[in-house]
């Protein structure tokens, strides 16, 4: 089946690390993406990850694939006011492959001077 | 390049009153979407274009939802008659060909009365 799971809130303080966690369900997905929404703006495409890597690494963004735990996650560096946002993982799912993506329901994080 | 434009940006209506909304993707994008999204969730595929043909229109309510792409271009999507809890956010994105990048536009938010 097709489900991504997501923790609903995480806070931080700024200048620290923050750690966004997501789990999916189909082990076939080939790619792997996450979008930054800010408070009544679409959604922003941050990074992704094709399912063959284990990381890439994009300034202050690194994100962290654990195929065999279907688990990914996403790490930003000295994380900035500016970061507070709603942050959601997404899935293409291999099957029928028509490039639909599948959402979880997204992880605001909350950042405090 | 331009983004992909969606009008209006706000739209209030009576249930049962019928709005559209309209997309005009990137240049030269195959591929268009238009997502749901209801508050607190992620969003949600309704219908999936390649060119002006249907590639996934498996989650649109057909019995009061309907979209067009014209001439492989513009897009709207209409309701009617609209129903309280089709109170959401309507993303459209569009992609340059299947299982490529995403780019969404800034949404419309419909409140239903």
């Given at each position: 089946g097709e489900d991504v799971e997501q923790s609903l809130f995480l806070s931080v303080r700024e200048g620290d690390s923050s750690v966004i966690n997501c789990t999916y369900t189909?082990?076939?997905?080939?790619y792997l993406y996450w979008y930054k929404q800010e408070p009544g703006a679409g959604l922003q495409l941050l990074t992704y990850i094709f399912s063959n890597m284990d990381m890439k690494q994009d300034q202050r963004l690194t994100v962290l694939l654990n195929k065999k735990d279907k688990h990914l996650s996403l790490r930003i560096a000295d994380?900035?006011?500016?970061?507070?946002a709603i942050y959601f993982c997404a899935e293409i799912p291999?099957?029928?492959?028509?490039g639909k993506l599948i959402f979880g329901q997204g992880t605001t994080l909350q950042v405090k001077p | 390049e331009a983004g992909v434009a969606q009008s209006p940006r706000y739209k209030i209506i009576e249930k049962r009153q019928s709005v559209a909304f309209w997309c005009n993707p990137i240049s030269g994008h195959a591929t268009l979407y238009w997502y749901q999204q209801i508050l607190g969730q992620g969003p949600k595929l309704l219908i999936q274009f390649q060119n002006n043909g249907?590639?996934?229109?498996?989650?649109?309510?057909?019995d009061r939802f309907s979209a067009e792409r014209l001439k492989g271009v513009d897009s709207t999507l209409k309701i009617q008659?609209?129903?309280?809890?089709?109170?959401a956010v309507y993303l459209c994105a569009s992609s340059p060909r299947e299982t490529s990048g995403y780019t969404f536009g800034s949404g419309t938010r419909l409140t239903v009365v």
């Amino acid at each position: 089946g097709e489900d991504v799971e997501q923790s609903l809130f995480l806070s931080v303080r700024e200048g620290d690390s923050s750690v966004i966690n997501c789990t999916y369900t189909d082990s076939s997905s080939t790619y792997l993406y996450w979008y930054k929404q800010e408070p009544g703006a679409g959604l922003q495409l941050l990074t992704y990850i094709f399912s063959n890597m284990d990381m890439k690494q994009d300034q202050r963004l690194t994100v962290l694939l654990n195929k065999k735990d279907k688990h990914l996650s996403l790490r930003i560096a000295d994380t900035q006011t500016g970061d507070s946002a709603i942050y959601f993982c997404a899935e293409i799912p291999f099957t029928g492959n028509t490039g639909k993506l599948i959402f979880g329901q997204g992880t605001t994080l909350q950042v405090k001077p | 390049e331009a983004g992909v434009a969606q009008s209006p940006r706000y739209k209030i209506i009576e249930k049962r009153q019928s709005v559209a909304f309209w997309c005009n993707p990137i240049s030269g994008h195959a591929t268009l979407y238009w997502y749901q999204q209801i508050l607190g969730q992620g969003p949600k595929l309704l219908i999936q274009f390649q060119n002006n043909g249907v590639v996934d229109d498996s989650q649109l309510p057909k019995d009061r939802f309907s979209a067009e792409r014209l001439k492989g271009v513009d897009s709207t999507l209409k309701i009617q008659p609209a129903k309280l809890e089709d109170s959401a956010v309507y993303l459209c994105a569009s992609s340059p060909r299947e299982t490529s990048g995403y780019t969404f536009g800034s949404g419309t938010r419909l409140t239903v009365v």
